[in-house]
Nanobody, 119 residues
Framework: QVQLVESGGGLVQAGDSLRLSCVASRRTFNIYSVAWFRQTPGKEREFVGGIRWYGGSINYADSVKGRFTISRNYARNTVYLQMNSMNPEDTAVYYC????????????WGQGTQVTVSS
């Protein structure tokens, strides 16, 4: 089992920045990739971006490309989501999720962290 814990959410104003953290523990050697997703009530879960656990390949959703940056601290088993130039449409609960080697989907996720962007 992989355990994920997100932190860093909060209330910001449009144009501000925020950095989310996702700390992975337990069986991290089995992780293939970690991704950030977000969800708002009444909407489907949206992929924000992801990073390969080994190798560091990163991809982003078009809606955040150029504004959000994903990075990883190998020593701390932590994945970050740096969010810049935020707007109210970024308001959501953000989850980090892990996909294991050989898996076809993200099977592990944290408790989520609320991000609210006021206009």
């Amino acid at each position: 089992q992989v355990q994920l814990v997100e932190s860093g959410g909060g209330l910001v104003q449009a144009g501000d920045s925020l950095r989310l953290s996702c700390v992975a523990s337990r069986r991290t050697f089995n992780i293939y990739s970690v991704a950030w997703f977000r969800q708002t009530p009444g909407k489907e879960r949206e992929f924000v971006g992801g990073i390969r656990w080994y190798g560091g390949s990163i991809n982003y959703a078009d809606s955040v490309k150029g504004r959000f940056t994903i990075s990883r601290n190998y020593a701390r088993n932590t994945v970050y989501l740096q969010m810049n130039s935020m707007n109210p449409e970024d308001t959501a609960v953000y989850y980090c999720e892990a996909r294991l080697d050989g898996a076809s989907k993200y099977d592990y996720w944290g408790q989520g962290t609320q991000v609210t962007v006021s206009s």
